[in-house]
């Protein structure tokens, strides 16, 4: 897979302004990287995540990959989407109990060929362990093997690349991303070497954890820690793919104001944040600030199964 092969037919990363009352009374400039555009099938971070390390499985000569993930992940239907796209098997092992119907998450991954697999909560738990990976690995055949999220080493390097591209268009002071596992973070730091500041808006409750995993990855990418970013831990909304009436209702309004569509996991926590940071006074008058889209819109798909009856109001099935 080369360079050219990656970006053949995929539009330049779109900057967008966005004019904010709370911005202009600052005196920020805001503007969101839109990320969701860059690629057909595979938008946002998940495919930057999976570049560098679908080339690493072709030079191992594997034709399968495997991978781990809740029953909504936006994860297992990226790496569905990618052995598709690029001619590997694709094993999902999926947190929990098979059900049926299939939600639309795990029933568009099945539809990409992803062979799902069910593990009971417990030894979900155990995933990383290497005994009880042989153990699947033993079931399953040989794979290359992608962790939940897809948050590894080569997760960085896919990452680093949005940084020439965001400098090639704007002179900015900062970059806001959401968190999950901390790899795009990271990533974004090794490609910033130190420069400018890079904003974490933490998607998960307890989110806490994310300082040390971000350290621990840029640590064995680069051999290095950075000192130029910060962990924002109060926008979660009671968790994960947790239901907020206050964040369907900043969605909504985000989307009328400015034609565009955040996903209630991960870009409406980070847009929500990044606006109350502003007007707390976090980011000094007169600098640019980038937000970025991240994908994860499939998301919806089942955020609208389990909590249609909580809203009147919900985006259009996609």
């Not at 897979?1 to 779109?14: A, F």
């Not at 738990?125 to 033993?138: M, S, Y």
Request: glycine letters at 12%; one cysteine or more; charged letters at 20%.
């Amino acid at each position: 897979m080369t360079d050219e092969q990656d970006t053949r037919g995929l539009p330049s990363l779109l900057l967008q302004e966005l004019h904010e009352p709370v911005a202009a009374r600052y005196g920020v400039r805001l503007l969101l990287a839109r990320d969701d555009l860059t690629h057909p099938e595979l938008p946002g971070n998940k495919w930057r995540k999976l570049k560098h390390n679908l080339r690493a499985a072709r030079a191992q000569s594997h034709s399968t990959l495997l991978t781990f993930g809740g029953a909504f992940s936006n994860h297992l239907a990226a790496v569905a989407a990618a052995g598709r796209l690029e001619g590997f098997r694709t094993i999902g092992l999926v947190r929990g109990e098979e059900t049926r119907p299939l939600n639309p998450t795990l029933a568009r991954a099945a539809a990409d060929g992803m062979l799902l697999h069910y593990l009971d909560r417990e030894t979900y738990r155990r995933k990383q362990e290497p005994e009880l990976l042989a153990e699947l690995l033993a079931r399953t055949g040989p794979a290359y093997v992608l962790p939940e999220g897809g948050t590894n080493a080569l997760a960085l390097p896919g990452c680093a690349e949005l940084i020439p591209e965001l400098t090639a268009q704007a002179d900015f002071d900062a970059v806001a991303v959401a968190c999950g596992t901390g790899g795009t973070l990271a990533g974004l730091l090794t490609g910033l070497d130190g420069q400018k500041a890079v904003v974490g808006v933490a998607a998960l409750k307890n989110g806490g954890f994310l300082r040390e995993e971000v350290d621990a990855l840029t640590q064995a990418a680069t051999g290095r820690q950075y000192a130029n970013w910060s962990l924002h831990p109060d926008y979660h909304f009671g968790g994960y793919a947790r239901f907020s009436a206050e964040l369907l209702d900043f969605i909504q309004r985000f989307a009328a104001r400015h034609g565009v569509l955040l996903d209630p996991l991960y870009t409406g926590k980070l847009l929500f944040g990044v606006l109350d940071l502003i007007d707390k006074g976090y980011f000094r008058r007169g600098s640019t600030v980038v937000a970025l889209h991240t994908g994860g819109l499939q998301g919806w798909a089942g955020f609208r199964q389990r909590y249609a009856a909580r809203s009147a109001w919900w985006p259009a099935a996609s």
